[in-house]
Each structure stands twice: as C-alpha cells, then as structure tokens.
C-alpha cells in the first residue's frame, strides 16, 4: 500500500492473489488492507489537507505535471503491466496510459488558471464574490475495467482542487495502480496522496464511513453505489457516482453499412464489451436490418480472440470466470426466449486458458429479455430492428441507466431528435465512446451523480463559497426594530 509518503503493509497479514485473466496464472498479489490501514491513509491525508490547499495553484500544477512526465518515461512497463493484469490488447491500453498523462496536464492548467467569480452587488457598497474551495479528504474507490483512466479522472482533478486523496483501487487490478503512484507521485507532499489495497467491505466501507472523508468518488457497479449513497446519508457527504450502463446504438436508415459495422464492433467489443458505455443493444433500421445483421457476422467473426500482449489480437479475455459466466447466462436465456444465435454463444475451444467468451452477435431479441435490460459488461451484440425515429427513441430511453447513448446517421432531423430526447449524458454521433478531455462525462438516471472530465469534472472536488461583504459597515434600516424608529 502506499500511506503517508510510504510503500507499506500497515497492519495486513495476507494477501490477495492477482490473475493474469488470459493465462489464469498468478500474476502478483496486493496486502489484504484492514479498517486500520484505512483509518491510517484518512488520517496522513487529513494532516496534510490544511498546507496542501494552501500550497498555490503554480507549485501544484508543477508537481503534476512532473507526475505526467515520469509516467511518460514509464510508459511501456505500465501498458505492459495493465495488459497483463486487465486482460485488454495493448493498443487499448496505449490509449488508456496516454489518457492518464494527459489528464494530469489537463487539470495542471485548468486547476491553475480556474478562479471564482465576482458577482454583481444588490448595494454599492457590497462586495461579492465566490471561493471554490476543496472539501478535504477525498476517498476515490476504482473499478477494475479502466483502472487507471478512472482512477485518474478522479484524482487529478481532486489534487488540482487542492483536496488530498486516498485511494482504493479495485482488488482484482491493484497492481497497476500501485505501480502508477510509486512511479509519479513520490515527490509530493506525504499523504496528499494515498493507496489502500483490499476488498470493498474492508477498506472501501471504512473509507466511506469515515467522519473525516467529506466527499467520495466513486466508479462501479450500480449496487455498490446505491450501497454507498444510502450509507452516507446520514453524514451528508459529497457524492460522485459513476455507475453501469445499459447503452443503446441506433443505425439510421442513411448509413453506409461498412462504416456502422466497424464503428459497432468497436464500441461493443472494446475491452471484450467491459467497457460502462459499451453498446449494449442495437436498433436496426428495418430497411437494412438482414443485410446489417450479415455484413457485422462477417466483419466480427474475422477478428481475433486472444492474449492481448499479443500484437495479432483484436479482443482479450473478459476479466474472471464469474464475469464470463454471467454473460452466458443471459446469452443462454435469450436464446431460449427465441433470439437467434448469428454467431458466438460459447467459449473458444482453440485457447484452452484464460476467461474468453467469442463475440456473439444475437438477432431478433426484445425487451422482455434480460440482454436488452441488464447490464452484460460482455462482447456480446444484440440486434432488434425499429420502423422509425419515434420508435427508435423510444427504445433508446426503454432503460432504467442513462450513460451515453450512440446514433450512426448524418440525417439531420434524426440527430438533432436523438441529442434532443435521448435521456444520456454523452451522445455520440458517428464515432461512439470518444472522449474529450473538455467534454463533461457521466450518467442519467441510474448511471450516476455528477461529470467527471472538463471544468464540472473540476468543480465536483470543490464546494462553492458566496462572499458577501458590506465594505460601510453601518446600521441597516431594515434591522430590529420594526416598530420604532431609533
Ligand atoms: P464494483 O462496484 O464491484 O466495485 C468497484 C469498487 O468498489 C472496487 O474497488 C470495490 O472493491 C469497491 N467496493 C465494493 N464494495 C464496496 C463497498 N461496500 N464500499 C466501498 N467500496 C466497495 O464494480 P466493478 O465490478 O469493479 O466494476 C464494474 C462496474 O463498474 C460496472 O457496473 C460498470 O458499468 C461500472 N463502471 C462505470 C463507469 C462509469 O463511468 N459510469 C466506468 C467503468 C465501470
């Protein structure tokens, strides 16, 4: 674990084994933390809270920018690392390490140059303005699937703010973010930032039930976070809940079909479909629907499955069995209700290790099925066709989640009804799950609390102050008492 400025195993006695998931073979393990390690981690992030936000903006933004360059001289070994511990290929995670420097610039300078506001006076004599000030201890617990670009998403804007951290990375990809703080961030203060490894019941709950964490940020499962939520209520803290997702693509009528199949595949088996805004159902134009269906069976069945260190493969394994058995249970059950297998359904018999489940593609399901309502987090591809934009909006909403939401069409009405109405906090057009580092990210609905990314992903780690000042200080008529002129 990483405490107070120090690798540590605080008061651990075990720990918890780490799996490479395309070859089941132990890669590392993490310390088991315990309640105390926790409390310990609150604690150095608590002394240090008070000279960090007042350490100036400059000197932080300097300190991550370092972070960011020496991430980049580690670059490899950390791509290689994730790969081994997350499962996905190499170029996704080129992608996501490149995301997790970048971020640290990004908050470098918008925490440097962010600023309250002066606000127009009800007197002339008044003075107003805003303070963003940060909360204090901030715990930010990490979901597996993009370990370190949502750890990042978090943390930068976090420190920028002028909060201090401790972190409780995901047990099943603890090292690759222990890896990251040990690299980049040994020259900042002593318990700005922390690390406390272990399960969500041990070191997650004790964070979040923790007096002195005043906010949590938080990006998993929907049950997780409704868990938290209900737990802090009574205390009030600040909130940020990244949850799952359920995310619809609809194809237009107008599309090229090639370009719809390749965008789909993408968006839908990225990370072996583990993604929180993969495409999770898919809305067909009935006019293309059957020639879609043939053309995405074609393209997908030519990728390949397979270790991602390997520069051939174009989808990993998914992350454990549990995960994997999941899917095939909902894939088994659609079956059954009368979807029609196009492809896939089962796991590879040609890679005898590692938790792989072939691309599935699936026609003609429907929303009494549990694949167009729950959450996979598989490479699965449900087909349904629609008759028009009413139908397909409809569809679209059918969900209880609001994550992001896709449409492939340059048809003018449709798009401009799609980014209307459809209930998502990102919309893509033409070019599915693309970030921006401006560009505010997060849920609707059941997906969530707040935005991370751009300046409201800022703007979460601070509470805004209203300064009211009346610079003449006399006795105002409006005082006690009403009845009596004095
Ligand atoms: P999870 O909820 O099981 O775990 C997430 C983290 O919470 C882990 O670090 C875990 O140890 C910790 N945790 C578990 N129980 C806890 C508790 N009681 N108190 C405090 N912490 C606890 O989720 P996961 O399986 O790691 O991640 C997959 C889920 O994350 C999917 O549902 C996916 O959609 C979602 N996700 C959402 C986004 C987003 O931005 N909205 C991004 C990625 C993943």
């Known amino acids: 674990m990483?405490?107070?400025?120090?690798?540590?195993?605080?008061?651990?006695?075990?720990?918890?084994?780490?799996?490479?998931?395309?070859t089941e073979e132990v890669l590392g393990a993490a310390w088991r933390g315990t309640p105390q390690d926790a409390e310990a981690a609150v604690l150095a992030a608590k002394a240090v809270f008070p000279a960090w936000r007042r350490t100036p903006a400059n000197l932080r933004a300097g300190m991550m920018h370092q972070a960011a360059a020496k991430l980049r001289e580690g670059h490899e070994e950390l791509v290689r690392l994730l790969t081994l511990e997350e499962g996905k290929p190499i170029p996704e995670n080129e992608e996501e390490v490149w995301w997790v420097e970048e971020t640290l610039d990004y908050y470098a300078e918008l925490g440097r140059h962010h600023r309250g506001a002066v606000l127009p006076p009800g007197d002339p004599a008044q003075f107003n303005f805003t303070l963003e000030q940060p909360w204090g201890v901030v715990a930010c617990i990490i979901p597996w699937n993009y370990p370190l670009l949502l750890l990042v998403w978090k943390l930068a804007p976090a420190l920028a703010a002028g909060n201090t951290v401790v972190i409780k990375p995901s047990e099943f990809t603890p090292l690759s973010t222990l890896k990251v703080i040990e690299m980049a961030f040994d020259h900042f203060p002593p318990g700005v930032v922390n690390v406390v490894t272990g399960t969500g019941l041990e070191t997650g709950e004790p964070l979040v039930l923790h007096p002195d964490v005043r906010m949590v940020a938080f990006t998993g499962s929907l049950a997780t976070g409704q868990r938290i939520a209900s737990q802090t209520a009574s205390s009030m803290k600040k909130l940020h809940l990244e949850l799952g997702g359920k995310d619809p693509m609809v194809i237009g009528p107008d599309v090229e079909i090639?370009?719809?199949?390749?965008?789909?595949?993408?968006?839908?088996?990225?990370?072996?479909?583990?993604?929180?805004?993969?495409?999770?159902?898919?809305?067909?134009?009935?006019?293309?629907y059957p020639q879609f269906a043939e053309e995405l069976a074609e393209f997908v069945s030519g990728l390949k499955l397979g270790n991602g260190l390997d520069e051939s493969t174009d989808v990993g394994p998914m992350l454990r069995d549990h995960f994997r058995a999941k899917v095939e249970g909902q894939v088994d059950e659609a079956v059954k209700a009368g979807a029609r297998l196009v492809i896939g359904g089962e796991r590879p018999v040609e890679l005898e290790k590692g938790f792989f489940y072939r691309p599935t593609i699936l026609a003609d399901v429907n929303h009494s099925m549990r694949i167009m309502t729950e959450e996979t987090f598989g490479p699965v591809i449900p087909l349904m066709p629609y008759k028009d934009i009413d139908e397909a909006i409809r569809l679209a909403n059918d969900t209880p989640y609001g994550l992001g939401a896709s449409l492939m069409s340059n048809d003018l009405k449709f798009v401009k009804r799609f980014f209307e109405e459809v209930e998502a906090g990102s919309i893509w057009i033409n070019d599915p799950l693309t970030d921006n580092f401006a560009g505010p990210f997060g849920g609707m609905k059941m997906s969530g609390l707040g935005r991370e990314l751009g300046e409201a992903g800022l703007l979460e780690f601070t509470q805004v102050k209203h300064v009211h000042w009346d610079m003449e200080a006399e006795i105002k008529e409006f005082w006690y008492p009403y009845g009596t002129a004095e």
């Open 2 to 22: 990483y405490i107070n400025g120090k690798v540590t195993k605080g008061n651990a006695t075990e720990k918890i084994e780490v799996l490479n998931p395309a």
């Open 258 to 288: 090639r370009m719809a199949v390749r965008g789909l595949a993408y968006s839908a088996l990225l990370n072996a479909g583990q993604v929180c805004t993969s495409t999770e159902r898919v809305y067909v134009h009935e006019s293309l």
